[in-house]
């Protein structure tokens, strides 16, 4: 099993439509989670890290459930600038795996007008 | 604008060539990573550096030879690379909690003649 997997897509939506990533993680240690965003021959940048409790930044919305070792993203009102990999990105336990980042391989949003 | 600079963005070598990679990171951070993505692949972690110190290298071959002379600086020193070393070299920087993303360079795109 992949330590974080993620459906590639790729997921072709209309402008103004809603969309859902799904991410599951494999290590039931890790201890925080993100969602990147990676846009084509581009480094990685930061969407937003995801909270226990769920979080939200404009029209995005993160959601974590430890129980089944799942994370989403949920876009709203999409809009063409949102095509891109999203990337969902685990960060391991500490002491010893301090720091290490386990890369899921991305989701690849179009949005078309 | 990125507050971790790499240099150069782009190199061409032949497989016996030496030639280095370089990050600078104008963050504040005190770790930094190397990371190899490669085409249609998750990215890979390579080395962490926690103020300075080597504290990951995840089994990366000895012709990759990184070295941190202190947190704002990384270099990653390369000799006799194969072909299938070509790919995107990101260096990253971050906080040193577990709790916190880390901030990708823009990325050196290597080709291996």
């Known amino acids: 099993r992949k330590e974080v997997e993620q459906d590639p897509g790729p997921f072709n939506v209309p402008e103004g439509a809603t969309v859902a990533f799904n991410c599951t993680y494999s290590?039931?240690?890790?201890?925080?989670f993100f969602w990147y965003r990676q846009d084509c021959r581009k480094e990685p940048k930061l969407l937003m890290s995801v909270y226990s409790s769920g979080n939200e930044d404009g029209r995005f919305t993160a959601q974590l459930n430890r129980a089944s070792q799942y994370i989403s993203l949920l876009i709203r009102d999409s809009k063409l600038s949102d095509s891109a990999t999203y990337l969902c990105?685990?960060?391991?336990?500490?002491?010893?795996?301090?720091?290490?980042?386990?890369f899921g391989q991305g989701t690849i949003l179009t949005v078309h007008p | 604008e990125t507050g971790v600079t790499q240099t150069p963005r782009h190199l061409v070598m032949g497989m016996t060539n030496k030639k280095s990679l370089k990050c600078e990171q104008h963050l504040g951070h005190n770790a930094m990573y190397w990371y190899k993505q490669s085409a249609k692949k998750p990215l890979e972690l390579m080395f962490v550096y926690n103020f300075k110190e080597q504290t990951e290298n995840n089994s990366v071959p000895s012709r990759f030879s990184p070295e941190c002379p202190n947190s704002s600086h990384l270099f990653l020193h390369l000799h006799t690379l194969q072909p299938e070393d070509s790919a995107l070299y990101l260096c990253a920087s971050s906080q040193a909690r577990t709790d916190q993303p880390q901030h990708f360079g823009d990325g050196t795109r290597l080709s291996i003649l």
């Open positions: 990105v685990v960060n391991g336990p500490g002491g010893t795996s301090y720091g290490k980042l386990t």
């Open positions: 290590n039931s240690a890790s201890q925080s």
